[in-house]
């Protein structure tokens, strides 16, 4: 596998339920080639998920750290009741991705629909 090609966000909508617990939510991170190779998070540290106000997407909702682990390609959530519990349904924005030696590398994005 070439380690010097760089990893683009792929976009992708969500829907979550609200005030509903996620549990071993799964996102699998794959290059974007013709055999689909796993993506190997060079000098990861932790992985992030982060919500946005879904209008202007400027003002941070949520933060979450802990709650997002990696397993070999795998970036997995886990959220409880409290964690996605939102004043309103609607359409917010997501960012996921991982942080190496001070740097953010985004790995998803896109609006996050709240049932």
Request: charged fraction near 20%; charge should be negative; hydrophobic fraction near 40%.
């Amino acid at each position: 596998m070439d380690q010097s090609r760089a990893f683009i966000a792929q976009e992708a909508p969500l829907v979550f339920y609200n005030a509903k617990a996620i549990l071993n939510l799964a996102f699998p991170v794959l290059y974007d080639d013709e055999d689909e190779t796993p993506f190997d998070f060079p000098g990861f540290v932790s992985a992030y998920f982060r919500i946005y106000d879904g209008k202007k997407r400027i003002q941070l909702l949520k933060n979450f750290a802990t709650q997002v682990t990696r397993n070999s390609y795998i970036l997995i959530m886990n959220c409880s009741v409290a964690d996605m519990t939102f004043d309103d349904q609607g359409i917010y924005f997501f960012e996921m991705g991982y942080n190496y030696s001070g740097y953010e590398v985004p790995i998803r994005y896109g609006d996050l629909t709240i049932l």
